[in-house]
């Protein structure tokens, strides 16, 4: 559907009808975007996760057993 013919259904709609898509479409803009950013940011820190040794210092005792003390 084009944009122009979404905006004359969109106008054909009471005001708080439009008012709830409008509040819809930003919160699914902000959502995708916020997803994007985790994203982008996962991919720019894996390789430093993966190979800085002040990342990893713990991995090295993942496979050791661990006691709770009660």
């Known amino acids: 559907m084009k ?3 979404i905006i004359k ?3 054909r709609l009471p005001v708080n009808k439009r008012i709830y898509v409008i509040e819809k479409t ?3 803009i902000r959502q ?3 997803s994007n950013q985790l994203t982008i940011a996962a991919d720019h820190l894996s390789n430093d996760y993966k190979n800085d040794k002040e ?3 713990f991995t ?3 496979f050791e057993n661990f ?3 009660r």
Do not use: G, H
């Open 3 to 5: 944009t122009t013919k």
């Open 9 to 11: 259904e969109l106008s």
């Open 26 to 28: 930003i919160q699914s």
């Open 32 to 34: 995708q975007e916020d």
């Open 55 to 57: 990342l990893t210092v």
């Open 60 to 62: 090295e005792i993942d």
């Open 67 to 69: 006691y709770e003390t």
